[in-house]
Structure formats: structure tokens, C-alpha cells
């Protein structure tokens, strides 16, 4: 039986990012307690991290459940708790995966407080969790105690790019209609 999620399937096709992929599932396997994905705005990393959430609920992991919070416009650890009411998530065991997108507004108003919930979470809950950022921010999160990486999403390359382009056109294009010519 899947645990509940507030992650629905995502519509269209996901395209490369299989290597970050990769990497998240299993620092996640190997009990990470906290994931960082960073990339400059706008490269892909709210869709990345809603594939790995629904990845894992195919895959039955987290059965306490697997939610996912946009911090966007969040500054306070105050707007943060509000929002966790709003959404009624409680934290019960390990077994949950938290995502937390977006955390550069609460993390640039309020970076020591945003430090010390994220820690209070993870040691007193026991939850693995996931956040996205413009940049890392481990260097400010980090405890001995806890076991953190970074992923970087980089621009997709050109192959990529062409490949995504395609999978979300709707009309046939050519290579010729690109302007990418083989000789």
C-alpha cells in the first residue's frame, strides 16, 4: 500500500535528468537526511523534485507519506507552521519524505531560524528531506550529525534540449526546421 502524497503525476513527458535522478534515489536509499537541489531559476528543479516524489510513491517508499510544500513566499518559520496547518501535515515516523520548494525567501529573511527548524525536524522526526534552492545551502545546514548532499541541475545540453523540445511539441518539427543540419 502507497502512503499518502499531496504529489499528483505530473502531465507531459520528463526529460533527461536521469543521472540527477539517479543520484537523489539513492542518497535517499542510503538515508541522507537532507537533499539539497540547486540550479539557477527556472532550470527544473520544482518538476524534479515532484518526479522523485511521485518515483517513490510508485515504488512504495514512505509509506507515512510523501508532501510536498512550494515556500515560495514563505519568510518566517511562523509562515512556514501556518502553512504546515493549512495543509494539516503532522510528522509521525522515518518514513516520511518532506519536500520543501523554494526555500530562498524563508532561508534569505530568517537563515538561522530556518537552520535550527530544518535540524529540529530531522533529528526529532526523523524525516528525509528534500529542498530546492537558487543556490546550495548546505554550508549553512551543516551538523555533524547529519548526513546532507547537494545535486546541482545544470543547463540541459543540446541533445537534451532538442529532446525536450520535441517530446512537449505538438506539431512534427525536422531537424531541418531547427536549423541543425547533418552532413
Request: hydrophobic share 35%; aromatic share 12%; glycine share 4%.
Amino acid at each position: 500500500m502507497r502512503g499518502p502524497t499531496n504529489v499528483e503525476r505530473q502531465a507531459g513527458v520528463f526529460t533527461a535528468r536521469q543521472y540527477e535522478i539517479y543520484k537523489c534515489c539513492n542518497y535517499v536509499r542510503e538515508n541522507y537526511s537532507l537533499v539539497n537541489i540547486y540550479g539557477q531559476a527556472g532550470i527544473g528543479k520544482t518538476r524534479f523534485v515532484k518526479e522523485i516524489a511521485y518515483y517513490m510513491n510508485c515504488r512504495y517508499r514512505f509509506f507515512s507519506g510523501i508532501y510536498y510544500l512550494d515556500l515560495g513566499q514563505v519568510k518566517s518559520t511562523d509562515e512556514f507552521k501556518e502553512l504546515l496547518q493549512k495543509e494539516n501535515l503532522t510528522f509521525r515516523n522515518s518514513d516520511t519524505l518532506l519536500i520543501l520548494d523554494d526555500v530562498y525567501n524563508m532561508f534569505k529573511h530568517n537563515h538561522s531560524q530556518f537552520r535550527w527548524w530544518i535540524i529540529d525536524i530531522i533529528t526529532r522526526y526523523q524525516v528525509t528531506i528534500l529542498i530546492t534552492s537558487r543556490n546550495s545551502v548546505l554550508e549553512h545546514l551543516e551538523d555533524d550529525h547529519l548526513m546532507m548532499k547537494d545535486i546541482e541541475l545544470s543547463p540541459l545540453n543540446m541533445i537534451e534540449s532538442v529532446e525536450l523540445l520535441l517530446s512537449t511539441c505538438k506539431k512534427q518539427i525536422t531537424l531541418d526546421d531547427m536549423g541543425i543540419y547533418s552532413d
